[in-house]
T-cell receptor, first 115, second 109 residues
Framework: DAMVIQNPRYQVTQFGKPVTLSCSQT?????MYWYQQKSSQAPKLLFHYYDKDFNNEADTPDNFQSRRPNTSFCFLDIRSPGLGDAAMYLC??????????????FGDGTRLSIL | DAKTTQPPSMDCAEGRAANLPCNHS???????VYWYRQIHSQGPQYIIH???NNETNEMASLIITEDRKSSTLILPHATLRDTAVYYCIVTSGTYKYIFGTGTRLKVLA
């Protein structure tokens, strides 16, 4: 089945040590998203790629960056993780949503813990 | 800020219909209403979406009021596996979902 795959499901890193989370998709969607979901909160959009065009949310900290080397893969880089960055990170994809009528498809997330 | 308001929690007896309301009084003419659910430790799962007309699929029905200021998601025969947080999202073609606080639905045996 076509899907959005996030690896690993659980990631532990040390305070200040860079970490990369990965997302791959077999849906051939041109838009990919990264969300942060802290405990007991709703997901919050960090940024998205429309093809290779990167779009950052205004309140996303500079500590968070992303790469999309090709259509299928997208990475979330946290340069210097702080304790407040412990969260579930969700990747999603969609086709062009300029009309707003294409749903986003989410992976099952990577839960990041900071020691 | 989210453009939707939902009750924080609801209970439903197994086998009964679950009716989850959502208020979106500031919705614009070109904005769609989407419903997702999130089961613990999983990513949000798409359920259904609509613009003006009522919609039905294999999972649920979506009833949108004529003025489009509110909607109701109906799970016709709730099961224990429907226990989840349900999010109502209003969006246009801006690639942006703003999740509200959602409704925590508990299906009771």
């Amino acid at each position: 089945d076509a899907m959005v795959i996030q690896n690993p499901r659980y990631q532990v890193t040390q305070f200040g040590k860079p970490v990369t989370l990965s997302c791959s998709q077999t849906l051939n969607h041109n838009v990919m998203y990264w969300y942060q979901q802290k405990s007991s909160q709703a997901p919050k959009l960090l940024f998205h790629y429309y093809d290779k065009d990167f779009n950052n949310e205004a309140d996303t900290p500079d500590n968070f960056q992303s790469r999309r080397p090709n259509t299928s893969f997208c990475f979330l880089d946290i340069r210097s993780p702080g304790l407040g960055d412990a969260a579930m990170y969700l990747c999603a994809t969609s086709t062009d949503t300029w009309q707003g009528n294409q749903p986003q498809h989410f992976g099952d997330g990577t839960r990041l813990s900071i020691l | 800020d989210a453009k939707t308001t939902q009750p924080p929690s609801m209970d439903c007896a197994e086998g009964r219909a679950a009716n989850l309301p959502c208020n979106h009084s500031t919705i614009s003419g070109n904005e769609y209403v989407y419903w997702y659910r999130q089961i613990h430790s999983q990513g949000p799962q798409y359920i259904i979406h609509g613009l003006k007309n009522n919609e039905t699929n294999e999972m649920a029905s979506l009833i949108i009021t004529e003025d489009r200021k509110s909607s109701t998601l109906i799970l016709p025969h709730a099961t224990l596996r429907d226990t989840a947080v349900y999010y109502c999202i209003v969006t246009s073609g801006t690639y942006k979902y703003i999740f509200g606080t959602g409704t925590r639905l508990k299906v009771l045996a």
